[in-house]
């Protein structure tokens, strides 16, 4: 199984469903707080891969949901210092396997990249928060 660096939320209640789900599945877990990373654009950049810039974020935040920050306004490097001084901003988890870096928790691309259980299938959403509309 996988050694997979995880960077959560503390308290999340989905982080710590998917981190149970990965250590459910073998997985050797390594969790760091997301909000407690001294990220820099260089260290976070690699988590976002090929994403449109609007995917980065958390639709939850409460200053995107207030609107205060636009994530269809930004541009890489506008988005990067925004997630580096307020790191609620970023979605959650970020992961990392080896060299491989990805942002959220998408089930199906989980399962093909480093596996999950497949007798335990998964069909509730596990990116967006429960706590918020």
Not at 44 to 64: E, K, Y
Not at 75 to 91: H, N, T, W
Not at 120 to 126: F, G, H, I, Q, R
Request: proline share 9%.
């Amino acid at each position: 199984m996988a050694k997979v660096i995880f960077y959560e939320k503390p308290g999340c209640i989905n982080n710590t469903k998917q981190r149970n789900l990965l250590q459910a599945a073998g997985h050797n877990l390594e969790a760091h707080s997301l909000l407690t990373t001294a990220w820099t654009p260089e260290t976070l950049r690699p988590f976002f891969g090929n994403l449109p810039v609007t995917a980065w974020f958390n639709s939850t935040s409460p200053r995107i949901k207030s609107e205060e920050v636009v994530p269809e306004q930004l541009d890489e490097a506008q988005a990067l210092e925004l997630m580096i001084a307020d790191p609620l901003l970023i979605r959650r988890p970020l992961i990392q396997v080896g060299e491989t870096c990805q942002v959220g928790f998408d089930i199906p691309q989980i399962e093909a990249w480093i596996g999950l259980n497949p007798q335990s299938p998964v069909t509730e959403d596990l990116e967006t928060c429960p706590r918020h509309g």
